[in-house]
């Protein structure tokens, strides 16, 4: 019998006949207690709930789990460093100031993540454009801006080809 499984920050998961009933959020906050996704409004109008699925944002209130079976999941958790240290990117937000209450910032960094691994050096046109999905009520977004250019630099410096973080 085959078991679905699908992968988690790198790591293989199984996934259980009755998680596929619930939405990734759900499954990934109540069942792997990966809480740094976050719920805001639970209907995809937000984007705090953004996680990559094969290295492309979703929004995870509105995936079902049976569209993550043998794909590649990877949440703020996994967007550290091998050594632990903060992602460039994470640190840049900090720089910045781009992070006040941080409710819309995990979703906030793997949206940004997404585009740098696939265009590191994108324009602010560019950024507010990818980010316009992601709400903040805190910064007014330039810091948020600021935080994705700052960032660029690691992007470019990384052969596409090794780029996973
Ligand atoms: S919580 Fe998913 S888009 Fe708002
Ligand atoms: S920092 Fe508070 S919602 Fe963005």
């Known amino acids: 019998m085959k078991i679905d ?18 939405t990734l959020l759900v499954w990934l906050r109540e069942v792997l207690d990966l809480t740094g996704v976050k719920n805001g409004c639970g209907i ?3 984007g705090s709930c ?18 993550v079976i043998d794909r590649e999941i990877l949440t703020i958790e996994g967007l550290t460093l091998s050594d632990g ?3 460039p990117l994470q ?17 906030m960094v793997l949206t940004a993540h ?16 990818v980010l316009t999905g992601n709400l903040c009520r805190c910064t007014g977004y330039q810091q948020i801006i600021d935080a ?7 992007y470019q410096a990384k052969p596409k080809r090794v780029m996973k973080r």
């Open 5 to 22: 499984q699908t992968t988690v920050n790198d790591k293989k998961i199984r996934i259980r006949k009755s998680d596929l009933g619930l």
């Open 44 to 46: 995809g109008a937000c």
């Open 50 to 67: 953004t996680v990559l699925l094969d290295k492309r944002p979703v929004r995870a209130c509105i995936t079902t789990m049976d569209r």
């Open 85 to 87: 240290s903060l992602h």
């Open 91 to 107: 640190q840049a937000f900090i720089d910045a100031g781009a992070i006040q209450c941080g409710f819309c910032t995990p979703g």
């Open 114 to 129: 997404a585009l740098l691994l696939n265009n590191p050096n994108p324009s602010r046109e560019e950024i507010r454009k």
């Open 148 to 154: 994705v250019e700052r960032a660029t630099g690691y």
